[in-house]
């Protein structure tokens, strides 16, 4: 992979994983879908409007799909990821793990 | 990988490449070592205070060394990816090859 194509890839991915709550919203709908309510309390902090707006942001990018369950009373909209969303979840993995060791790292003592 | 590991360690890792800058510093980096004019030579629009910080803050995450060449008048100052910094540029593959799948999914027009 080139220079130039890694930064510009790069860009264009954080640009969808970019927003404060999405790397959270990622990790908690790979757990399952999940109503809007749901998601909100697994996410303590963030408010209606953010949230709506960070989903909306995701359904446009393609990686979180929208679903009005009309089976289910009452009325609840649903939300899971697609399959797009589920290659960035997997493309994510190695980052993470490498966030998690650096975490470990800087709370280390320095020797 | 757990979904909070996944979240913690993604938060964690993107705290060190957030910077809007940081991407493409770690591009350029990771060509070749570069002298700071250089660095800012590669990257159009920053500005010297703004290019400083995010390097300093590199340096204090471990992914970037900042080395003073001695031997090379007139002094220099000579900036570089650490082991750590190699290691996070491979992290970022999978994701910067998904950001430019996703480029040209957006730039493609919808079927």
């Given at each position: 992979m080139s220079g130039q194509s890694?930064?510009?890839?790069l860009v264009a991915a954080l640009g969808v994983i970019g927003g404060k709550w999405k790397p959270l919203i990622i990790a908690e709908l790979h757990r399952r879908p999940l109503r809007f309510g749901e998601l909100r309390r697994a996410l303590p902090g963030v408010s209606e409007k953010v949230l709506s707006q960070q989903?909306?942001?995701m359904e446009l990018d393609g990686v979180v799909d929208r679903e009005v369950c009309l089976s289910i009373p009452p009325l609840a909209v649903q939300y899971s990821l697609t399959e797009l969303g589920l290659t960035l979840h997997e493309s994510l993995l190695p980052l993470a793990a490498w966030g998690e060791q650096h975490e470990l790292r800087m709370l280390a003592p320095s020797g």
């Amino acid at each position: 992979m080139s220079g130039q194509s890694f930064s510009g890839g790069l860009v264009a991915a954080l640009g969808v994983i970019g927003g404060k709550w999405k790397p959270l919203i990622i990790a908690e709908l790979h757990r399952r879908p999940l109503r809007f309510g749901e998601l909100r309390r697994a996410l303590p902090g963030v408010s209606e409007k953010v949230l709506s707006q960070q989903l909306r942001e995701m359904e446009l990018d393609g990686v979180v799909d929208r679903e009005v369950c009309l089976s289910i009373p009452p009325l609840a909209v649903q939300y899971s990821l697609t399959e797009l969303g589920l290659t960035l979840h997997e493309s994510l993995l190695p980052l993470a793990a490498w966030g998690e060791q650096h975490e470990l790292r800087m709370l280390a003592p320095s020797g």
